[in-house]
């Protein structure tokens, strides 16, 4: 028959050439690496997590204070509100003392921390000679009346010592304040007008506003 190999004689395959057998090399080649990728992407691995939260509030710190023994407490948070101290200051003389006292604590749920008493400004309108003129000092006191008894040796002086005074622009020591409305520190405050004020002084008026700045423990 046509196209067919006579009878005991066999068809020969065609000789391959170097050329398809490295096609065929890189087939194979190529082949495999589809697998292998293949392969990798099948492998998978178990995931979980765990999550918290926390919840976060800020601390307080606060002050008020009384000029009445501690019988009425308010915030006097700046100048223009401060309290008033009660001085039995009319018609001073060159040489006269004058004692009042104020009290300060934290409030309720307040942190502890420390009291730093600042110096003394002139209040707007006040007479700059006046407040000049005068000197004092400060104790903290813990009993008793915020008199010249108060200012002894032993007393804890914030202004001044028991043999010095100061001028009224002068700062204080600090001092501790209890937390949340504990015992509150009372300041006792002695002005005395100086011997030597000038005697243009006569009938004139003047003022001082203190400010105690308290800090907080942490």
Same mark, same amino acid.
């Given at each position: &028959? #046509? ?19 490295? @096609? ?14 293949? /392969?990798?992407? $099948? @492998? ?13 509030? =800020? ?7 009384? $000029? ?22 009319? %018609? ?13 604590? *934290?409030?309720? %749920? ?21 407040? =000049? ?21 032993? /007393?804890?002086?914030?202004?001044? #010592? ?5 001028? @009224?622009? $002068?700062?204080?020591?600090? *001092?501790?304040?209890? /937390? ?12 005395? &007008? ?8 006569? %009938?004139?008026?003047? %003022? ?11």
């Amino acid at each position: &028959m #046509t196209g067919q190999a006579p009878a005991g004689h066999f068809r020969m395959r065609p000789r391959r050439t170097p050329r398809a057998i490295l @096609l065929r090399l890189r087939a194979l080649l190529a082949g495999g690496l589809v697998l292998g990728v293949g /392969a990798t992407m $099948t @492998l998978a691995a178990w995931n979980d997590s765990e999550f918290s939260t926390g919840t976060f509030s =800020a601390s307080s710190f606060a002050l008020q204070s009384s $000029t009445d023994s501690g019988g009425a407490w308010q915030e006097h948070g700046t100048s223009a509100t401060a309290a008033t101290m009660s001085f039995d200051a009319t %018609g001073m003389s060159p040489g006269s003392l004058n004692y009042a006292s104020i009290w300060v604590r *934290t409030t309720s %749920g307040s942190l502890s921390g420390t009291l730093a008493l600042q110096g003394g400004q002139l209040v707007q309108g006040g007479n700059a000679g006046l407040f =000049a003129a005068f000197d004092y000092r400060v104790v903290r006191y813990t009993s008793g009346s915020c008199d010249a008894s108060q200012f002894g040796e032993a /007393a804890s002086y914030i202004v001044g #010592t028991s043999s010095s005074k100061v001028a @009224l622009g $002068t700062a204080g020591s600090s *001092t501790a304040v209890a /937390a949340s409305a504990g015992t509150p520190v009372r300041f006792c405050f002695e002005i005395t &007008m100086k011997t030597t004020a000038d005697n243009s002084l006569q %009938g004139t008026n003047s %003022g001082a506003v203190w400010e105690i700045k308290g800090t907080s423990d942490s």
